[in-house]
Protein backbone atom coordinates (compact mmCIF):
# COMPACT_ATOMS: atom_id res chain seq x y z
CA UNK A 1 0.00 0.00 0.00
CA UNK A 2 1.27 3.25 -0.97
CA UNK A 3 2.49 5.54 1.83
CA UNK A 4 0.98 9.60 1.85
CA UNK A 5 4.88 10.47 0.98
CA UNK A 6 4.78 8.48 -2.22
CA UNK A 7 1.06 8.88 -3.25
CA UNK A 8 1.55 12.80 -3.30
CA UNK A 9 4.82 13.63 -5.23
CA UNK A 10 3.03 10.90 -8.03
CA UNK A 11 -0.51 12.56 -8.13
CA UNK A 12 0.97 16.27 -7.60
CA UNK A 13 1.30 16.33 -11.13
CA UNK A 14 -2.74 15.61 -11.94
CA UNK A 15 -3.61 18.34 -9.39
CA UNK A 16 -1.82 20.58 -10.83
CA UNK A 17 -2.87 19.85 -14.44
CA UNK A 18 -6.39 19.38 -13.58
CA UNK A 19 -6.60 22.55 -11.88
CA UNK A 20 -5.06 24.49 -14.64
CA UNK A 21 -7.27 22.89 -17.38
CA UNK A 22 -10.50 22.57 -15.03
CA UNK A 23 -10.66 25.91 -13.45
CA UNK A 24 -8.06 28.33 -14.96
CA UNK A 25 -8.21 27.38 -18.99
CA UNK A 26 -12.19 27.82 -18.69
CA UNK A 27 -12.03 31.60 -17.58
CA UNK A 28 -10.56 33.28 -20.59
CA UNK A 29 -14.03 32.56 -22.07
CA UNK A 30 -15.82 33.58 -19.40
CA UNK A 31 -16.77 36.75 -21.14
CA UNK A 32 -17.51 35.93 -24.82
CA UNK A 33 -20.75 37.24 -26.73
CA UNK A 34 -23.53 34.52 -26.31
CA UNK A 35 -23.77 31.24 -28.23
CA UNK A 36 -26.67 31.23 -30.81
CA UNK A 37 -28.25 28.15 -28.24
CA UNK A 38 -27.11 29.45 -25.53
CA UNK A 39 -28.88 32.65 -25.89
CA UNK A 40 -32.26 30.76 -26.29
CA UNK A 41 -31.89 28.43 -23.18
CA UNK A 42 -30.88 31.76 -21.23
CA UNK A 43 -34.03 33.68 -22.88
CA UNK A 44 -36.18 30.52 -21.89
CA UNK A 45 -35.27 30.17 -18.24
CA UNK A 46 -35.81 34.32 -18.02
CA UNK A 47 -39.20 33.71 -19.31
CA UNK A 48 -39.97 30.46 -17.03
CA UNK A 49 -38.78 32.70 -14.01
CA UNK A 50 -41.17 35.12 -14.59
CA UNK A 51 -43.87 32.91 -14.57
CA UNK A 52 -44.27 31.44 -18.35
CA UNK A 53 -44.98 27.53 -19.03
CA UNK A 54 -42.62 25.59 -20.65
CA UNK A 55 -43.53 24.45 -23.95
CA UNK A 56 -47.02 26.38 -23.68
CA UNK A 57 -45.98 29.61 -23.59
CA UNK A 58 -42.01 29.54 -24.62
CA UNK A 59 -39.91 26.79 -26.46
CA UNK A 60 -37.28 25.37 -28.02
CA UNK A 61 -36.78 21.71 -29.78
CA UNK A 62 -34.62 20.68 -26.39
CA UNK A 63 -35.91 18.63 -23.64
CA UNK A 64 -36.54 20.30 -20.02
CA UNK A 65 -33.47 20.00 -18.23
CA UNK A 66 -31.68 22.51 -19.63
CA UNK A 67 -34.30 24.62 -19.28
CA UNK A 68 -35.12 23.91 -15.21
CA UNK A 69 -31.06 24.70 -14.97
CA UNK A 70 -31.23 27.97 -16.50
CA UNK A 71 -34.66 28.79 -14.57
CA UNK A 72 -32.69 28.14 -11.02
CA UNK A 73 -30.05 30.84 -11.87
CA UNK A 74 -32.23 33.07 -12.87
CA UNK A 75 -33.68 32.86 -9.37
CA UNK A 76 -30.67 32.17 -7.88
CA UNK A 77 -28.17 34.83 -9.42
CA UNK A 78 -27.86 38.43 -10.37
CA UNK A 79 -26.02 37.75 -12.95
CA UNK A 80 -27.23 34.87 -14.93
CA UNK A 81 -24.88 34.50 -18.37
CA UNK A 82 -22.09 34.28 -15.74
CA UNK A 83 -23.58 32.08 -13.27
CA UNK A 84 -24.81 29.26 -15.80
CA UNK A 85 -21.31 29.08 -17.46
CA UNK A 86 -19.70 28.64 -14.21
CA UNK A 87 -22.09 25.93 -13.52
CA UNK A 88 -21.41 24.60 -16.74
CA UNK A 89 -17.79 24.65 -16.04
CA UNK A 90 -18.19 23.00 -12.55
CA UNK A 91 -20.12 20.41 -14.37
CA UNK A 92 -17.41 19.27 -17.00
CA UNK A 93 -14.42 19.32 -14.23
CA UNK A 94 -16.98 16.72 -12.52
CA UNK A 95 -17.05 14.97 -15.62
CA UNK A 96 -13.36 15.21 -15.83
CA UNK A 97 -12.85 13.31 -12.60
CA UNK A 98 -15.26 10.90 -13.82
CA UNK A 99 -13.50 10.14 -16.46
CA UNK A 100 -10.40 9.43 -14.00
CA UNK A 101 -12.87 7.07 -12.39
CA UNK A 102 -13.94 4.83 -15.12
CA UNK A 103 -10.07 4.81 -16.61
CA UNK A 104 -8.84 3.31 -13.28
CA UNK A 105 -11.70 0.69 -13.10
CA UNK A 106 -10.02 -0.88 -16.12
CA UNK A 107 -6.76 0.39 -16.74
CA UNK A 108 -3.56 2.04 -14.39
CA UNK A 109 -4.05 5.22 -12.57
CA UNK A 110 -1.50 7.31 -14.85
CA UNK A 111 -3.20 6.22 -17.96
CA UNK A 112 -6.92 7.34 -15.83
CA UNK A 113 -5.68 10.60 -15.05
CA UNK A 114 -4.05 11.59 -18.21
CA UNK A 115 -7.13 10.83 -19.58
CA UNK A 116 -9.58 13.13 -17.18
CA UNK A 117 -7.00 16.63 -17.84
CA UNK A 118 -7.25 15.41 -21.62
CA UNK A 119 -11.22 15.51 -21.36
CA UNK A 120 -11.30 18.65 -19.56
CA UNK A 121 -8.59 20.27 -21.58
CA UNK A 122 -10.79 18.93 -24.93
CA UNK A 123 -13.97 20.22 -23.76
CA UNK A 124 -12.26 23.48 -23.80
CA UNK A 125 -10.66 23.70 -27.66
CA UNK A 126 -12.45 26.57 -28.97
CA UNK A 127 -14.06 25.16 -31.83
CA UNK A 128 -16.18 22.47 -29.67
CA UNK A 129 -17.74 25.10 -27.36
CA UNK A 130 -17.94 23.76 -23.76
CA UNK A 131 -17.02 26.90 -22.18
CA UNK A 132 -20.85 28.11 -23.33
CA UNK A 133 -24.01 27.08 -21.31
CA UNK A 134 -25.48 24.66 -23.68
CA UNK A 135 -27.53 20.96 -23.10
CA UNK A 136 -23.69 18.64 -24.22
CA UNK A 137 -22.13 18.81 -20.56
CA UNK A 138 -24.65 18.08 -18.16
CA UNK A 139 -25.67 15.24 -20.31
CA UNK A 140 -22.13 14.27 -20.60
CA UNK A 141 -21.76 14.15 -16.86
CA UNK A 142 -25.06 11.86 -16.46
CA UNK A 143 -23.72 9.25 -19.11
CA UNK A 144 -20.43 9.01 -17.23
CA UNK A 145 -22.32 8.58 -13.98
CA UNK A 146 -24.56 5.61 -15.93
CA UNK A 147 -20.73 4.41 -17.68
CA UNK A 148 -19.36 3.85 -14.19
CA UNK A 149 -22.57 2.47 -12.66
CA UNK A 150 -22.82 0.58 -15.54
CA UNK A 151 -18.87 -1.26 -15.42
CA UNK A 152 -20.46 -2.61 -11.67
CA UNK A 153 -21.51 -5.71 -10.96
CA UNK A 154 -24.08 -4.61 -8.46
CA UNK A 155 -27.97 -4.42 -9.52
CA UNK A 156 -28.34 -1.55 -7.66
CA UNK A 157 -25.77 0.05 -9.68
CA UNK A 158 -27.37 -0.72 -12.92
CA UNK A 159 -30.70 0.72 -11.84
CA UNK A 160 -28.64 3.91 -11.17
CA UNK A 161 -27.69 3.98 -14.62
CA UNK A 162 -30.42 3.65 -15.83
CA UNK A 163 -31.76 6.54 -13.88
CA UNK A 164 -28.72 8.48 -14.59
CA UNK A 165 -29.29 7.83 -18.32
CA UNK A 166 -32.89 9.24 -17.66
CA UNK A 167 -31.41 12.25 -16.47
CA UNK A 168 -29.53 12.81 -19.66
CA UNK A 169 -32.50 12.38 -21.85
CA UNK A 170 -33.76 15.34 -20.01
CA UNK A 171 -30.66 17.48 -21.33
CA UNK A 172 -30.42 16.01 -24.78
CA UNK A 173 -32.15 13.46 -26.93
CA UNK A 174 -28.94 12.14 -27.60
CA UNK A 175 -28.16 10.37 -25.03
CA UNK A 176 -31.04 7.37 -26.22
CA UNK A 177 -27.96 6.91 -28.56
CA UNK A 178 -26.17 5.86 -25.67
CA UNK A 179 -28.31 3.61 -24.07
CA UNK A 180 -28.14 2.16 -27.72
CA UNK A 181 -24.59 1.61 -27.14
CA UNK A 182 -25.09 -0.22 -24.19
CA UNK A 183 -27.39 -2.22 -26.04
CA UNK A 184 -24.81 -3.00 -28.89
CA UNK A 185 -22.30 -3.85 -26.52
CA UNK A 186 -23.86 -6.54 -24.97
CA UNK A 187 -24.93 -7.54 -28.35
CA UNK A 188 -20.71 -7.69 -29.51
CA UNK A 189 -20.39 -9.42 -26.55
CA UNK A 190 -21.94 -12.37 -28.07
CA UNK A 191 -19.53 -12.92 -30.90
CA UNK A 192 -17.19 -14.30 -28.92
CA UNK A 193 -17.46 -17.87 -27.35
CA UNK A 194 -17.00 -17.49 -24.26
CA UNK A 195 -20.14 -15.39 -23.78
CA UNK A 196 -22.45 -17.86 -25.94
CA UNK A 197 -23.50 -19.78 -22.71
CA UNK A 198 -27.12 -19.89 -20.91
CA UNK A 199 -25.62 -18.33 -17.82
CA UNK A 200 -24.05 -15.54 -19.76
CA UNK A 201 -27.37 -14.81 -21.58
CA UNK A 202 -29.56 -14.60 -18.67
CA UNK A 203 -27.28 -13.03 -16.85
CA UNK A 204 -27.18 -10.07 -19.43
CA UNK A 205 -30.74 -9.72 -20.06
CA UNK A 206 -31.09 -9.18 -16.00
CA UNK A 207 -28.45 -6.59 -16.21
CA UNK A 208 -30.24 -4.60 -19.43
CA UNK A 209 -33.69 -5.07 -17.58
CA UNK A 210 -32.29 -3.79 -14.58
CA UNK A 211 -30.98 -0.68 -16.12
CA UNK A 212 -34.54 -0.52 -18.09
CA UNK A 213 -36.37 -0.17 -14.65
CA UNK A 214 -34.30 2.96 -13.54
CA UNK A 215 -34.62 4.46 -16.66
CA UNK A 216 -38.12 3.63 -17.05
CA UNK A 217 -39.00 4.75 -13.66
CA UNK A 218 -37.17 8.09 -14.23
CA UNK A 219 -38.99 8.40 -17.02
CA UNK A 220 -42.11 7.88 -15.57
CA UNK A 221 -41.83 10.36 -12.49
CA UNK A 222 -40.83 13.16 -15.10
CA UNK A 223 -44.01 12.30 -17.30
CA UNK A 224 -46.18 12.59 -13.59
CA UNK A 225 -45.33 15.67 -13.25
CA UNK A 226 -45.37 16.72 -17.09
CA UNK A 227 -48.67 15.96 -16.86
CA UNK A 228 -49.88 17.37 -13.30
CA UNK A 229 -48.45 20.62 -15.18
CA UNK A 230 -50.46 20.27 -17.63
CA UNK A 231 -47.72 19.97 -20.78
CA UNK A 232 -47.11 16.50 -21.63
CA UNK A 233 -48.27 16.67 -24.91
CA UNK A 234 -46.27 20.07 -25.62
CA UNK A 235 -43.34 18.46 -24.24
CA UNK A 236 -43.68 15.22 -26.06
CA UNK A 237 -44.07 17.46 -29.31
CA UNK A 238 -41.41 19.61 -28.90
CA UNK A 239 -38.76 17.46 -27.19
CA UNK A 240 -39.57 14.62 -29.75
CA UNK A 241 -41.72 14.97 -32.44
CA UNK A 242 -39.85 18.30 -33.69
CA UNK A 243 -36.21 16.83 -33.64
CA UNK A 244 -37.28 13.78 -35.35
CA UNK A 245 -39.51 15.14 -38.04
CA UNK A 246 -38.51 18.58 -38.81
CA UNK A 247 -34.55 19.34 -38.05
CA UNK A 248 -32.13 18.16 -40.82
CA UNK A 249 -29.01 20.02 -40.05
CA UNK A 250 -27.09 21.30 -43.18
CA UNK A 251 -23.28 20.21 -43.17
CA UNK A 252 -20.53 22.90 -43.18
CA UNK A 253 -17.86 21.04 -44.43
CA UNK A 254 -14.85 23.88 -43.36
CA UNK A 255 -16.20 23.00 -39.38
CA UNK A 256 -15.54 19.61 -39.97
CA UNK A 257 -12.18 20.40 -41.17
CA UNK A 258 -11.40 22.24 -38.33
CA UNK A 259 -13.15 19.83 -35.74
CA UNK A 260 -10.60 16.99 -37.52
CA UNK A 261 -7.20 19.43 -37.41
CA UNK A 262 -7.91 21.02 -34.05
CA UNK A 263 -8.24 17.62 -32.67
CA UNK A 264 -5.39 15.18 -35.02
CA UNK A 265 -3.40 13.62 -32.25
CA UNK A 266 -6.80 12.30 -30.75
CA UNK A 267 -8.42 11.16 -33.81
CA UNK A 268 -4.80 9.38 -34.75
CA UNK A 269 -4.36 7.44 -31.13
CA UNK A 270 -8.38 7.13 -30.10
CA UNK A 271 -8.63 5.56 -33.95
CA UNK A 272 -6.13 3.33 -34.05
CA UNK A 273 -6.93 1.73 -30.23
CA UNK A 274 -10.96 1.29 -32.13
CA UNK A 275 -9.25 -0.24 -35.03
CA UNK A 276 -7.17 -2.80 -32.71
CA UNK A 277 -10.56 -3.74 -30.67
CA UNK A 278 -12.09 -3.74 -34.39
CA UNK A 279 -9.49 -5.95 -35.63
CA UNK A 280 -10.02 -8.42 -32.15
CA UNK A 281 -13.48 -8.63 -32.46
CA UNK A 282 -13.67 -9.70 -36.08
CA UNK A 283 -11.03 -12.28 -35.52
CA UNK A 284 -12.76 -13.61 -32.49
CA UNK A 285 -9.63 -12.43 -29.87
CA UNK A 286 -11.24 -11.62 -26.37
CA UNK A 287 -11.18 -8.24 -25.74
CA UNK A 288 -10.96 -6.14 -22.36
CA UNK A 289 -14.64 -5.60 -21.55
CA UNK A 290 -14.44 -2.33 -20.78
CA UNK A 291 -12.25 -1.36 -23.53
CA UNK A 292 -14.62 -2.97 -25.69
CA UNK A 293 -17.69 -0.71 -24.67
CA UNK A 294 -14.88 2.58 -24.64
CA UNK A 295 -14.19 1.39 -28.12
CA UNK A 296 -17.87 1.07 -29.03
CA UNK A 297 -18.58 4.83 -27.04
CA UNK A 298 -16.00 6.27 -29.16
CA UNK A 299 -17.63 5.18 -32.56
CA UNK A 300 -20.89 5.35 -32.28
CA UNK A 301 -21.01 8.92 -29.92
CA UNK A 302 -19.09 10.66 -32.86
CA UNK A 303 -22.13 10.30 -35.53
CA UNK A 304 -23.85 12.86 -33.86
CA UNK A 305 -20.57 14.84 -34.32
CA UNK A 306 -19.74 13.72 -37.90
CA UNK A 307 -23.56 14.42 -39.05
CA UNK A 308 -23.90 17.86 -37.38
CA UNK A 309 -23.45 21.36 -38.98
CA UNK A 310 -19.87 22.31 -38.11
CA UNK A 311 -19.13 19.31 -36.11
CA UNK A 312 -18.36 21.32 -32.82
CA UNK A 313 -20.15 20.63 -28.95
CA UNK A 314 -21.96 17.58 -30.95
CA UNK A 315 -18.36 15.80 -30.41
CA UNK A 316 -18.25 15.75 -26.80
CA UNK A 317 -20.67 13.05 -26.33
CA UNK A 318 -17.76 11.21 -27.74
CA UNK A 319 -14.72 13.16 -25.99
CA UNK A 320 -15.33 10.64 -22.38
CA UNK A 321 -14.27 7.54 -24.43
CA UNK A 322 -11.80 9.29 -26.81
CA UNK A 323 -9.66 10.92 -24.10
CA UNK A 324 -9.04 7.65 -22.74
CA UNK A 325 -8.57 5.70 -25.42
CA UNK A 326 -6.10 8.62 -26.66
CA UNK A 327 -4.43 8.21 -22.73
CA UNK A 328 -4.00 4.39 -22.93
CA UNK A 329 -2.29 4.58 -26.25
CA UNK A 330 -0.16 7.72 -25.49
CA UNK A 331 0.93 5.86 -22.20
CA UNK A 332 1.95 2.83 -23.89
CA UNK A 333 3.88 4.57 -26.31
CA UNK A 334 6.10 6.40 -24.12
CA UNK A 335 6.21 2.70 -21.83
CA UNK A 336 7.34 1.39 -25.25
CA UNK A 337 9.73 4.26 -25.57
CA UNK A 338 11.61 4.16 -22.31
CA UNK A 339 12.12 0.58 -22.43
CA UNK A 340 13.82 0.41 -25.95
CA UNK A 341 15.52 3.75 -25.04
CA UNK A 342 19.01 2.32 -25.04
CA UNK A 343 18.67 1.10 -28.41
CA UNK A 344 18.51 5.03 -29.53
CA UNK A 345 21.60 6.01 -26.90
CA UNK A 346 23.82 3.85 -28.80
CA UNK A 347 23.22 3.20 -32.50
CA UNK A 348 26.51 1.96 -32.70
CA UNK A 349 25.95 -0.84 -31.06
CA UNK A 350 23.04 -1.54 -34.45
CA UNK A 351 19.89 -0.67 -35.66
CA UNK A 352 16.90 -0.36 -32.89
CA UNK A 353 14.57 -3.26 -33.55
CA UNK A 354 11.28 -3.49 -35.10
CA UNK A 355 9.28 -2.72 -32.21
CA UNK A 356 11.63 0.45 -30.53
CA UNK A 357 11.44 2.09 -34.27
CA UNK A 358 7.52 1.83 -34.27
CA UNK A 359 7.57 3.30 -30.86
CA UNK A 360 10.19 6.21 -31.97
CA UNK A 361 7.79 6.48 -35.07
CA UNK A 362 5.00 7.10 -33.02
CA UNK A 363 6.59 9.45 -30.72
CA UNK A 364 7.36 11.70 -33.66
CA UNK A 365 3.73 11.47 -34.95
CA UNK A 366 2.07 12.43 -31.82
CA UNK A 367 4.80 15.03 -31.46
CA UNK A 368 4.41 16.44 -34.33
CA UNK A 369 0.64 16.52 -34.92
CA UNK A 370 0.17 18.20 -31.24
CA UNK A 371 2.10 20.75 -32.00
CA UNK A 372 0.61 21.52 -35.23
CA UNK A 373 -2.92 20.90 -33.71
CA UNK A 374 -1.36 23.28 -30.80
CA UNK A 375 -0.94 26.03 -32.97
CA UNK A 376 -4.21 25.89 -35.03
CA UNK A 377 -5.65 25.93 -31.54
CA UNK A 378 -3.79 29.07 -30.37
CA UNK A 379 -5.21 30.85 -33.34
CA UNK A 380 -8.39 29.86 -33.39
CA UNK A 381 -8.58 30.57 -29.60
CA UNK A 382 -7.00 33.92 -30.22
CA UNK A 383 -9.64 35.15 -32.74
CA UNK A 384 -12.39 33.60 -31.07
CA UNK A 385 -11.43 35.94 -27.52
CA UNK A 386 -11.44 39.26 -29.86
CA UNK A 387 -15.09 39.36 -29.39
CA UNK A 388 -16.57 40.26 -25.65
CA UNK A 389 -19.70 40.02 -24.25
CA UNK A 390 -19.95 44.02 -23.35
CA UNK A 391 -20.12 44.52 -26.64
CA UNK A 392 -23.07 42.57 -27.18
CA UNK A 393 -25.24 43.64 -24.77
CA UNK A 394 -24.23 47.50 -25.61
CA UNK A 395 -25.59 46.74 -29.29
CA UNK A 396 -28.70 44.74 -27.89
CA UNK A 397 -29.13 47.89 -25.80
CA UNK A 398 -29.03 50.52 -28.76
CA UNK A 399 -31.18 48.09 -30.81
CA UNK A 400 -34.29 48.01 -28.79
CA UNK A 401 -33.69 51.54 -26.66
CA UNK A 402 -37.57 53.36 -26.60
CA UNK A 403 -39.14 50.08 -27.95
CA UNK A 404 -41.92 48.71 -25.71
CA UNK A 405 -43.83 45.55 -26.23
CA UNK A 406 -42.67 41.94 -27.62
CA UNK A 407 -40.32 41.79 -30.68
CA UNK A 408 -39.46 39.18 -33.17
CA UNK A 409 -35.97 38.75 -33.34
CA UNK A 410 -35.23 37.36 -36.98
CA UNK A 411 -32.84 34.28 -37.60
CA UNK A 412 -32.86 33.83 -33.39
CA UNK A 413 -31.09 36.45 -32.63
CA UNK A 414 -31.81 35.38 -28.34
CA UNK A 415 -29.15 37.75 -27.01
CA UNK A 416 -31.78 40.72 -27.59
CA UNK A 417 -33.84 39.32 -25.21
CA UNK A 418 -30.86 38.31 -22.99
CA UNK A 419 -29.33 40.99 -22.55
CA UNK A 420 -32.45 43.78 -22.68
CA UNK A 421 -36.57 43.47 -20.54
CA UNK A 422 -38.16 42.66 -24.05
CA UNK A 423 -40.37 39.94 -24.50
CA UNK A 424 -39.88 37.19 -27.16
CA UNK A 425 -42.59 37.97 -29.96
CA UNK A 426 -43.52 33.87 -30.49
CA UNK A 427 -43.37 30.91 -28.68
CA UNK A 428 -40.96 28.91 -30.28
CA UNK A 429 -37.32 30.06 -30.35
CA UNK A 430 -35.54 27.91 -32.67
CA UNK A 431 -34.40 28.14 -36.19
CA UNK A 432 -37.24 28.03 -39.13
CA UNK A 433 -36.60 24.41 -39.80
CA UNK A 434 -39.98 23.41 -41.46
CA UNK A 435 -43.12 24.98 -42.79
CA UNK A 436 -44.87 24.32 -39.75
CA UNK A 437 -42.93 26.19 -37.65
CA UNK A 438 -42.84 29.32 -40.05
CA UNK A 439 -46.58 29.77 -40.27
CA UNK A 440 -46.81 29.17 -36.21
CA UNK A 441 -44.56 32.16 -36.14
CA UNK A 442 -46.50 34.05 -38.11
CA UNK A 443 -49.16 32.79 -36.12
CA UNK A 444 -47.74 34.12 -33.17
CA UNK A 445 -46.79 37.58 -34.56
CA UNK A 446 -50.37 38.51 -35.71
CA UNK A 447 -51.77 37.03 -31.73
CA UNK A 448 -48.86 38.84 -29.93
CA UNK A 449 -49.89 41.90 -31.71
CA UNK A 450 -46.06 42.11 -32.40
CA UNK A 451 -45.51 45.69 -34.04
CA UNK A 452 -41.69 45.63 -34.10
CA UNK A 453 -39.26 43.07 -35.52
CA UNK A 454 -35.49 42.75 -35.32
CA UNK A 455 -33.32 42.01 -38.05
CA UNK A 456 -29.51 41.88 -38.68
CA UNK A 457 -27.83 44.12 -40.89
CA UNK A 458 -26.49 41.47 -43.46
CA UNK A 459 -30.14 39.66 -43.33
CA UNK A 460 -31.40 42.91 -45.11
CA UNK A 461 -31.05 43.97 -49.13
CA UNK A 462 -32.65 46.88 -50.18
CA UNK A 463 -35.03 47.07 -47.38
CA UNK A 464 -36.22 43.73 -47.80
CA UNK A 465 -35.35 40.55 -45.25
CA UNK A 466 -33.89 37.79 -47.05
CA UNK A 467 -32.67 34.41 -45.55
CA UNK A 468 -29.79 32.62 -45.52
CA UNK A 469 -28.80 29.64 -47.44
CA UNK A 470 -29.72 27.05 -44.34
CA UNK A 471 -33.44 25.86 -44.78
CA UNK A 472 -34.30 28.54 -46.97
CA UNK A 473 -37.21 27.60 -48.79
CA UNK A 474 -38.81 27.21 -44.49
CA UNK A 475 -37.42 30.74 -44.12
CA UNK A 476 -38.87 32.18 -47.22
CA UNK A 477 -42.34 31.37 -45.77
CA UNK A 478 -41.40 34.48 -42.78
CA UNK A 479 -39.43 37.04 -44.76
CA UNK A 480 -42.19 36.93 -47.57
CA UNK A 481 -44.82 37.72 -44.54
CA UNK A 482 -42.20 40.07 -43.01
CA UNK A 483 -41.59 42.02 -46.25
CA UNK A 484 -45.53 42.51 -46.85
CA UNK A 485 -46.42 43.35 -43.39
CA UNK A 486 -43.12 45.03 -41.96
CA UNK A 487 -41.11 48.01 -43.04
CA UNK A 488 -37.60 49.16 -42.07
CA UNK A 489 -37.81 52.58 -39.82
CA UNK A 490 -34.30 52.46 -38.64
CA UNK A 491 -30.77 50.98 -38.22
CA UNK A 492 -28.95 51.05 -34.77
CA UNK A 493 -26.61 48.42 -32.73
CA UNK A 494 -25.91 46.25 -35.90
CA UNK A 495 -29.97 45.63 -36.02
CA UNK A 496 -32.24 47.32 -38.66
CA UNK A 497 -35.73 48.07 -37.00
CA UNK A 498 -38.84 46.73 -38.58
CA UNK A 499 -42.29 48.46 -37.76
CA UNK A 500 -45.84 46.59 -39.06
CA UNK A 501 -47.24 48.16 -41.99
CA UNK A 502 -50.85 48.20 -40.99
CA UNK A 503 -53.60 47.38 -43.39
CA UNK A 504 -57.25 47.89 -43.56
CA UNK A 505 -58.91 48.19 -40.05
CA UNK A 506 -55.28 47.94 -37.72
CA UNK A 507 -54.67 44.27 -39.20
CA UNK A 508 -51.24 42.83 -40.77
CA UNK A 509 -51.82 42.84 -44.63
CA UNK A 510 -51.13 39.32 -44.23
Known amino acids: MATSEETIPRDLWFVIAFFASAVILPLIYLDQPLHFDEGIFLTIGNQLASGETLYADIADHKPPGVFFVATAVYHLFDAPVVAARLLTYGVIAGSGLLVVRLGQQFRGRLEAQVAGVLFVVMSYLPHFDGFYFMTEPYAVLAMLVAAVSFTRDSAISRVGAG ?56 MAAVATVLYSRGILRETFYYALVVPLTNYSTPFDLWGHILAFATLLPVWLLAGGMVLLVGAAVVRG ?64 AGLPDRSALLAGLLIVVVFSTTLVAGAGNVYYASNVLEDDIAEERTAAENALDGIDGPVYAFNVEASLYVHTDTEPGTTYLGTIYSDRIANDKISDLQRNDVRYVAVR ?40 IFERVEGEGGQPRR
Open 163 to 218: VALGIGVLFNQTVFLFGATMLLYHLLKLRFPEARTRDHVVETTERILTIGVGFLAT
Open 285 to 348: VAVDDRQLFVALWAVVMSIPGARAFSGDHKFLFAFPALALLTAIASTEIYRAAVRNRDQFRDVR
Open 457 to 496: EFHVTDGNVVSDRYWSDHKSIMTDYLNRNYEPVDTRGGYV
